[in-house]
């Protein structure tokens, strides 16, 4: 048996359970979901790579194409583009990996990441079950050649290849999560100087047209007062993230009672920085 073979096999396996823990973010948390993510992406290339016999094969000139044929075409070409858009979307939206990115209009970026993501289900899972029956004799001719050379060689080194990355992950977690939090402390410690020079420029301007309104009041001329924040309460809680696990939730969205409770702190920390002005 080829070691090929059994490679895509595993490969396939691996990247399936992948695709299915994304759409557990709340259960995985955002380091898992955002690290592995980035690893799925990498593996939907090897995938592609191992299966460039395909692609030869549909740009071959002058061969006619069968209704399967073009059946998978459509499937896989929508799904190259999904995995590109959710992986770009993704890290654009990064909460741990690029934290620093700050991107203006993130929650464009949000929808882009989920709607991709949604919409690929149903062709990732056309995809599966139109290899349902080709996976099946796979495993079923690994499991005869179990004992051959090189089903195990491939068993053996990709086996230790998932030790060494889930080692990796568990080195590098606490590192990322130190990161994370000095970025939100800095983003908390920022937003707190805006708001208080922002609050203090809205009393400023407050004063300044009360003087006006009296001023002209007296001609009879009415000046309206403008004291609206210029920062919302949803703006300053989108760029704070709760503390209380690995997860990260945004605390915008909190998903527990320790994030409902940060998310809490977070609203009188804002009613304190903008005082009067907040709506
Ligand atoms: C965005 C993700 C994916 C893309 C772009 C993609 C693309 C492709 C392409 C172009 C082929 C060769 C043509 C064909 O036989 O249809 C293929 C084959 C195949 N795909 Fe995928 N695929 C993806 C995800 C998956 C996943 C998650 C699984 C497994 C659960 C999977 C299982 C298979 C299998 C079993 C084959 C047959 C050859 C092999 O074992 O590699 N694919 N895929
Ligand atoms: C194939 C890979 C991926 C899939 C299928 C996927 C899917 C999803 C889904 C379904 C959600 C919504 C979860 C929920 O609201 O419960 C989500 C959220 C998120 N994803 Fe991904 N994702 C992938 C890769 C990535 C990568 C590589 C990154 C970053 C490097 C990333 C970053 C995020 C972030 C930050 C959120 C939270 C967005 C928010 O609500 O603020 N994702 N992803």
């Known amino acids: 048996m080829k070691k090929k073979f059994v490679f895509k096999i595993i490969i396939d396996c691996i990247m399936g359970a992948l695709f299915i823990s994304m759409y557990f973010l709340t259960q995985t948390g955002i380091l898992f979901h955002e690290v592995f993510g980035l690893l799925l992406g990498i593996l939907v290339l090897i995938h592609l790579g191992l299966n460039q016999e395909w692609f030869k094969m549909i740009f071959k000139k002058g061969k006619k194409k069968t209704a399967r044929t073009k059946r998978a075409i459509g499937i896989n070409f929508f799904l190259i583009v999904a995995i590109t858009l959710i992986i770009i979307s993704g890290l654009m939206i990064s909460i741990v990996l690029l934290p620093g990115l700050n991107v203006s209009h993130r929650y464009i970026f949000v929808a882009i990441h989920k709607l991709t993501a949604y919409g690929a289900v149903a062709f990732l899972l056309v995809h599966f079950l139109l290899h349902l029956k080709y996976m099946k004799g796979m495993i079923k001719k690994i499991a005869q050649h179990r004992r051959t050379k090189a089903v195990r060689q491939v068993f053996v080194s990709t086996g230790a290849l998932v030790v060494v990355v889930i080692m990796l992950y568990a080195a590098g977690t606490p590192i990322l999560e130190n ?101």
Do not use: F, R
């Open 179 to 279: 990161v994370t939090l000095q970025q939100e402390a800095q983003t908390t410690q920022e937003q707190k100087s805006i708001g208080i020079a922002k609050a203090n420029q809205s009393t400023e301007q407050t004063i300044q047209e009360e003087t006006v309104t009296s001023a002209e009041g007296d001609s009879g001329q009415t000046v309206e007062n403008s004291t609206a924040p210029i920062v919302s309460l949803n703006d300053y809680l989108s760029g704070l993230y709760c503390t209380g696990c690995s997860k990260h939730c945004p605390l915008i969205a909190p998903a527990c009672a320790k994030g409902e409770a940060q998310a809490q702190v977070a609203t009188q920390d804002y009613e304190n920085i903008y005082g009067d002005s907040a709506q």
